[in-house]
């Protein structure tokens, strides 16, 4: 089941959307379809996932497929683990948003490749104010379970939890996904009474 988008959403989208949620929350269906609603087809599928790595694990080969035959064949797909705001700043436009599905992965990937997070996290911020066109990240929300066990995994929950607040308060709408229905936390259109 899609989650609905108003057609007020789909008219535009804002400069920096973010939406949260937990895995099969709804998160890619919703901004899949709010991107394709605002920009009539045209659109980047910035993916953070590298389908060829990604052989080795199965489980991971079906839910790539998944994600592809979903979006059809209308979407430019590009597949960038590592660069994501020099892929930003090369692939946004006026007439094309982009979609970046997803950080906590793209985060697992600078762990992995040992990368300073922090300075990936700064200058990602830093470039979103510059991007010529809009853009829609897609994340997990990991800090609402238990602390984990090991070293690795809670430095990658508090990495997620503050690139999550940094993208929050430069974002112009936070959505959050709940079992396919979204629940905005920021949208600077909204009337609050």
């Not at 919703?30 to 920009?39: G, K, Q, R």
């Not at 992965?105 to 300075?119: C, F």
Request: net charge negative; proline share 4%; charged share 20%.
């Amino acid at each position: 089941m899609l989650a609905s988008i108003s057609l007020q959403q789909a008219r535009a989208l804002h400069a920096v959307t973010l939406i949260l949620g937990g895995v099969r929350s709804g998160k890619s269906s919703y901004a899949e379809n709010l991107v394709c609603m605002a920009s009539q087809g045209r659109a980047v599928y910035l993916a953070t996932a590298d389908a060829s790595q990604a052989q080795a694990d199965p489980e991971m080969c079906a839910r790539i497929e998944h994600h592809r035959s979903r979006r059809g064949g209308d979407w430019t797909t590009i597949e960038e683990p590592l660069a994501l705001a020099d892929a930003l700043l090369e692939k946004a436009s006026p007439e094309t948003p982009v979609l970046v599905d997803c950080l906590t992965l793209w985060l697992s990937n600078l762990m992995d490749a040992g990368r300073d997070v922090e300075v990936e996290i700064n200058t990602l911020e830093t470039i979103l104010p510059r991007l010529a066109g809009a853009v829609v990240f897609i994340s997990n929300e990991v800090g609402l379970g238990i602390v984990p066990e090991n070293a690795t995994a809670r430095a990658f929950r508090d990495h997620v939890g503050l690139l999550h607040q940094r993208l929050t308060a430069c974002a112009d709408r936070v959505v959050f996904m709940v079992a396919g229905l979204p629940s905005v936390l920021k949208d600077p259109t909204l009337v609050k009474e």
